[in-house]
């Protein structure tokens, strides 16, 4: 049998239960392997909002890829940071609130939002983390001063008008951005030059030393294709997308159902 030297796992839609927390078996699972090789999350939300993810799991020492790949951390340690330029974020605010969609902005463990809806609400009770309300005129211009600039943005609301703006924005910056409709109602935007894949192969040299044919990642949605695709072993969870379904080399049972946990039981035998 290949010998695997590192685990990485998406949250959302793959790690989680139909309670958007890590089950027990979950848990029991990973710190069964804890000793024997690495639990790495990679995930598209902020660190804030990964953390209590890893504690549950005791891997609180464990480095994390957050927002795609933009914010690489282990420990108070920055591994990698890559930020949208204020110019281009400014753009995009504005094509956004043209129509009157939710905006989101993020770095690092800050997160503001355009309006106090639904969509924030949402995001929240998903993440377990709030934001602060600040118009994206206000954030630049604090940011400005502070010399900060965005990990993500985030665009939310109507779907026929998250589909206008997802075409204007492609239009505009499909070679500076990842445009990324996680949901229909939903587009994550990202650096073009980062990626899941590009996060973790980053710790597996620097923290690990580890190869990318060593490593076992699981996901379920568009942005974990290239991940999949790149290691040794990309597992899809029941539920994910067929793109994701198509590279990856084995499948397992749904996310909510313990299908990360489950897969790792069975291919390391515990």
Known sequence: ?????????????????????????????????????????ISARMPKAMRHIQQDLGIENSPMVCYNGGLILHGNQVLGSTV?????????SQIVLEKDLHFGIYHQDEWFVSKQDQWAEREENNTKVAPV???????????????KEAHKLMCMGDEEKVEQVFTALTEAFSNE???YRSKPTYIEIAPKAISKLTGILSIADEVYQVKADEI???????????LLKGVGLGVAVANAVEPVKAVAKVETTEG???GVAKHLVQLFQL
Not at 13 to 24: A, I, K, P
Not at 133 to 147: G, I, Q, R, T
Not at 216 to 226: F, I, K, L, R
């Open 216 to 226: 076992v990642a699981y996901g379920d949605n568009y942005n974990d294709v290239e």
């Open 256 to 258: 909510k159902q313990d």
């Open 133 to 147: 309300l600040k118009s994206p005129d206000e954030v630049f211009s604090a940011w400005e001063k502070e010399n």
């Open 177 to 179: 951005l990842h445009l």
């Open 1 to 41: 049998m290949k010998t695997y030297k590192l685990i990485c796992s998406d949250i959302d839609g793959t790690l989680l239960n139909s309670n958007r927390s890590v089950s027990e078996f979950t848990i029991q699972t990973v710190k069964a392997l804890r000793d024997k090789l690495p639990f790495v999350l």
């Open 84 to 92: 949208i330029s204020q110019e281009i974020a400014k753009k995009v």
